[in-house]
């Protein structure tokens, strides 16, 4: 089987049940992480853990000669970068190696032929693959052009993140503190404090929803600090029904213990682990149709999928499932069953373990 030396930070759980997968698969697989992430001891649990690492640039000096060390300790037929810093080193302490190099990818925009830093990331020519989270990203790096250059075929492949359900059992949290009347009908968004989020859009969706539709909506994160979403949401025509909650760490908890969860992304968008989280639950999604997000739900299925910057489709697809709660619970089963069968790990790590041995040769 290759050998393989995974770089990466702060892993997450499917990154961290991906190397496990692997190392159980029979693949020789080694670590360099973080080890300040969640997930470290479990790794280091697993003997997994080559040396811990944590890269603070794209030119870190100290985790590329660390990276270099532990290439001239063992010999790897395949470095995975899991972030452009981890990339960037990766490729200058494999100069002059015949490692193949692959890199993940899991949002859409920011890679371009003119920029400098995309040349030592995703365009470098010793990268061999890159692994996109979704269709939506492959289609998004085929598409880049500039003269004659372009990313050609061979090197894109889409391997879904995996994820388990018996990750998700955590109890659903109690709303009360949050203000939340007890039995209301709970939207959860979760998300950064970034524009391409669209906590306003949701926030109009809300206002423009009917006064005998009493849905309370709970905002999730760092938007909390977002001055001009506060004073959107003071003159809305209910802002007693949305409350903000700051970060925290039982957002999954939270998105468990609502009816829907909304995701109003204006663009960008892979495979939103908050979204997954909340259909794990067995929480209906409503997303809008950016990125991945349209692979992840399908339409009137296992969720609902609107137009993004459309406060009056998303309005009326909250409303929709107010009104008939019996859709909402069918939904929100079919989101769940989705999240199990077409985004297991199992299956991540399966198509992950069949690219290396292509890449390689090897089986």
């Known amino acids: 089987m290759p050998a393989v030396l995974c770089l990466t930070d702060a892993c997450d759980r499917p990154e961290t049940e991906l190397f496990i997968g692997l190392k159980k698969a029979g693949f020789d697989v080694d670590v360099m992480c973080n080890p300040k992430g969640r997930n470290y001891q479990r790794l280091v649990d697993e003997g997994m853990v080559a ?8 030119f870190d000096k100290p985790g590329t000669e660390a990276i270099r060390g532990q290439l001239a300790k063992k010999r790897y037929d395949v470095i995975h970068a899991y972030n452009p810093r981890a990339l960037a080193c990766g490729l200058r302490a494999s100069k002059g190696t015949d490692i193949k190099i692959v890199a993940y990818r899991g949002v859409i925009g920011n890679i371009s032929f003119l920029n400098p830093e995309s040349w030592i990331t995703f365009l470098h020519p010793r990268v061999s693959k890159i692994v996109c989270v979704a269709d939506a990203i ?11 250059m372009r990313i050609p075929d061979r090197k894109l492949q889409r391997i879904y993140k995996g994820h388990d359900l018996d ?18 009908f709970v939207v959860c ?3 950064r404090n970034t ?6 859009v949701l926030v109009d969706a809300i206002s423009e929803l009917p006064d005998d539709v ?5 905002l999730v994160g760092d938007v909390i600090n977002n001055e001009e979403l506060k004073a959107r949401v003071a003159s809305s025509s209910h802002p007693e029904r949305i409350h903000f909650t700051g970060y925290r760490n039982d957002a999954p908890s939270i998105a468990a213990a609502s009816n829907v969860f909304v995701l109003p992304s204006t663009e960008r968008e892979g495979l939103p682990r908050a979204v997954i989280e909340a259909m794990a639950y067995g929480v209906t999604p409503v997303v809008t149709d950016v990125g991945g997000m349209p692979e992840l739900v399908e339409d009137g299925l296992s969720g609902l999928v609107v137009p993004p910057k459309n ?8 409303e929709r499932l107010y009104r008939d709660r019996a859709l909402m619970a069918n939904m929100g089963r079919a989101a769940r069953e989705r999240i199990a069968h ?3 790990t199992s299956q991540t790590v399966s198509e992950t373990g069949e690219m290396y041995k292509a890449l390689t040769g090897r089986s």
Not at 138 to 148: M, Q
């Open 51 to 58: 040396q811990p690492i944590a890269l603070e640039s794209r």
């Open 138 to 148: 492959k289609d998004y790096l085929a598409s880049l052009r500039f003269l004659w």
């Open 167 to 184: 990750w998700y059992q955590a109890e659903p949290a109690d709303l009360d503190e949050f203000g939340v009347p007890e039995g209301a």
């Open 189 to 191: 968004c979760t998300g």
């Open 195 to 200: 524009p391409r989020k669209g906590f306003d």
């Open 214 to 218: 009493d849905a309370h909506l709970l």
């Open 311 to 318: 406060a009056s489709a998303l309005s009326s697809a909250i």
């Open 342 to 344: 077409r985004f297991h």
